[in-house]
Structures are given as C-alpha cells and as structure tokens.
C-alpha cells in the first residue's frame, strides 16, 4: 500500500483522525470519546500530518513540538484497514525526521495495556525511560519512551 504523509488540510481531516482514534484502542480504553480526540488533533499548538491512500486518511501522526520536551510524539493513530502494512512504521520514521530538524530527541509514552505498540517502539530503537504511574487513568500507567541522535549540547538545529 502507498501512502503520502502530509500536513492536515483542514477539518474534514481532524475529523476523520478524531473518528478513528475514537474509535479503536488506546483511546478508547482511556475513555476518550470523540469529542475529545477531536479537541487534541485540532489543538493549534501540535502539528498534525496524515498519511493518505486513494481512500482517504489511512492514519497520522500528532506532534508537539514546544514545551520541556520538544519532539514528543502526542499520538500515532492507523486505521484498521492499514494496520500491519507497515504505516505505523512509517509514520514514526516520518515524525523522527520532522523532530530531528529541532531536536536531538524524540518522546512517547505507550500505555501499559498495549504491548503491541511497545514492542513497535523498542524494535525500532526507543528505549524505556521511566513509568509513569496512572498517568492519564487509574489502574493503568504510561512508560515514557526516547530515542536520541545525540545530546543538546552538540545539537545543531536544521535550517
């Protein structure tokens, strides 16, 4: 399957992120319904990219690119039918590159539920940083992840 990965055009693309996160685990053990997943891929501050097949949005990547921790992988999403087709995979190696223009880091958490997206992560050269205990809910807990080209101080941001 060929993917294009691009920015989110506009609202009919946050709403077919917020629907398919809605939609399917994390989120949905999280508790987060559509009105919320639609709040975070809209929130002006993150940087939304979707990954497009001839049928529309196939999946996508949410960035946040300020705060303590630039470079943090808010969420990978990818719809049902485009799962094990590798786009997870691209989508990550897509976010890497976008992060390592700014920083040598880049962080996620994968919930504790979900060994399948941990082993994703670690195979492709995350290391566990730390838990963080009911983190987003109680009774599950978040294992923050990074994968680094390096430390800030040799750092050089690209133009």
Known sequence: ????????????????????????????????????????????????????????VAGFILLTMKGQFPGYITSVCVAASARSSGLGTQLVAFAERRIHRESPNVFLCVSSFNPGARRLYERLGFEFVGTLKDFLVKGYDELLFRKTIGPWSTFKPQP
Not at 10 to 37: H, K, N, V, Y
């Open 1 to 56: 399957m060929n993917f294009t990965i691009e920015l989110a055009r506009d609202a009919a693309d946050r709403e077919a992120c917020a629907r398919m996160m809605s939609e399917s685990d994390p989120w949905i053990t999280l508790g987060r319904d559509f009105a919320r997943c639609l709040t975070a891929v809209s929130d002006s501050s993150r940087e939304l990219y979707v990954a497009r097949t001839g049928d529309g």
